[in-house]
């Protein structure tokens, strides 16, 4: 009787120690490193089955070591408005940080409404806020008071001093740069202030020199607990790469593939490259085995811009892109690593967003969020214990699994807040969208009769490229749906869209709905009425000539269309160091350059961004020493208008001023 006690008593303790393995905690003093990718689509890496031309074998080896998460979610599809969930785990909703402007120099720290909106929108759009304000607690922070060095390194995109990583809780920032992406190019020589490229290497890719800098940061921090926020610039424009590695992929091009860019498909490679010296030191100093690593991107891939004479990428399946509502804009790529909790090379199916990161790391880490802290997102942890295989397992494993996920929420919701209308293929009007289970509801503002809500409604499941909406069939699951989201905008304190007292329904166009170029309804004005010839020679122009595109002049506004890189160009007529300002207003947004040619000299030129929306204002110091000769202002109108108001010229000599 006793002995049989005792055997009892002895599978009852290996039971238990078998069920304590399959739910352990990683020890408390893990490393974390956090990669983000920038505009990398669900289908640019080969996770998923979706790509035959892009190469990520390194994004590969890491799915091999963790959890590959199929349903993963930016909280936003743009990347600002993403990375301030990251850094918060708070919506974009809550934050107000809603479009990429963060880089522009005015401070806005609250969202508001807009004044107006033109007669042909339904709906009034709010303003976004430019800055993460330093009231947040972010994970840098955290972690930071709980003894982890704190480094970021690469894009940072959510504010200048004093709103720069150096102020949200890192102690190292390289390069310490505001912008949307690398400044100038990819590869050497860059315009960063105060970091340039190895001497030896004269075109050095700013990833192998990020991943370098990362490398020293992991080296130095080895003995400690560290944080790395690995933020690579890559993929997002500028489009440009090693000239080797587009030589070599070109050479790979199907035609008949919409995934077709030779330097897209560069750039990647240089990103996976950069995953892979981070895995490799990791492995070299020992610390695979008590780091967390998280791989994500901040939305979905781009489809708006031009390369090689196609778009970056397609995220097919998927519909849409980068700066759209449907999944091809907000559904990502999504690797967790974390050693002693995810089952190596396993996959789930849970619904999982960019606020999660933060709760998660604070749970796997045994560390408590400051008091009254809140957050949007929830731990993950449930779903990174589940252990669902990528290969069939036996039943007894499967059903542990399922058994061990019962905790994760089995009606959890997901939701993006875009409510903005950039002019990119597949775009919508200003919108908010849930995903729960099978089904994605789409809420466009005051798109309906009367004012009221439009809804589009998905079974992603069964469509997933979303061609059908089922709004009309299931009402009841609009309601239910549509509540919660509700709900969420309420609980966030979110400012959404207002009615447009201003909407003229004979100047709306449904058709025009997700079409990346507007269709001209005005009739061209004549020459005399102030419009420039499709040519340059109009005095509209006032000496400005436009190159790859047309120039349109009406009422004071410039509008830019072309195909590739088009530019207006101008005789400076001064000398430097100079400013250059003007006004712009692009539906979709996008990036540029100022570019100034001195006579005898090489081009030199500097980027910007336009953010998607209403008019905004761009000031650039220009670092010329002498004369700058020609000045260019490319303009991202490969596949929409930009409109510009004005331009200002200030320098040594007489300030120039075209007000068109």
Known sequence: ??????????????????????????????????????????????????????????????????????????????????????????????????????????????????????????????????????????????????????????????????????????????PHWPGPGPAGSYVAPWKFKDFDHDPDVPDQHIEDRMAKEAVAFIERNKDQPFFLNYWMFSVHAPFDAKKSLIEKHRARVDPDDPQRSPTYAAMIESMDDAVGTLLDTLDRLGLAERTIIVFTSDNGGNMYNEIDETTPTSNAPLRGGKATMFEGGTRVPCVVVMPGVTQAGSRSDALIQSEDYYPTLLDSLALQPAPDQRFDGLSIMPALRSGIGIQPVETGEERAAEDRLEAYPTNRAVFQYFPHSPGVPDWLPPAVSIHRGDWKLIRIFHGGEKGTHRYLLFNLRDDLGESTNLAAQRPELVVELDARIEAFLAETNAVVPTPNPDFDPTKYHPEDEGQPKPKARAKAASPAAGVAKPDDSDPALQGWKIRNGTAIVKDGIVTVRGKAEPFLGVGAGLSGPAKVTFRVRSAAGGAGKAEWIPSGGQPQSLPFVIAAGDWQTIMLDIPATGPLGIFRLYLPAQTQSVEVDHVELTGTGKPRRWDF
């Not at 006690?5 to 490393?31: K, M, Y």
């Not at 994004?59 to 909280?75: N, V």
């Not at 963060?102 to 339904?122: G, M």
Request: glycine share 6%; hydrophobic share 40%.
């Open 1 to 174: 009787m006793a002995f049989t006690s005792l055997l009892a008593v002895i599978g009852l303790l290996a039971i238990t120690g078998t069920l304590r393995a399959a739910n352990a905690e990683p020890p408390r003093h893990q490393n974390v490193v956090f990669i983000l990718a920038d505009d990398l689509g669900w289908s640019d890496v080969t996770l998923h089955g979706t790509t035959k031309f892009y190469q990520t074998p390194n994004i590969e080896r890491l799915a091999k070591r963790g959890m590959m998460f199929t349903r993963a979610y930016s909280a936003s599809p743009l990347c600002s408005p993403t990375r301030s969930a990251i850094l918060t785990g708070l919506s974009p909703a809550r934050t107000g940080i809603t479009t990429p402007n963060c880089h522009l120099p005015q401070v806005v720290l609250q969202a508001t409404i807009d004044k107006k909106a033109a007669a042909s929108q339904h709906a009034i759009q709010p303003s976004s806020v430019s800055r993460l304000k330093t009231e947040y607690r972010t994970l840098a922070e955290s972690l930071h008071d709980a003894g982890y060095a704190t480094g970021h390194f690469g894009k940072w995109h959510l504010g200048a001093e004093p709103y720069s990583p150096l102020q949200h809780g890192f102690d190292v920032d390289v």
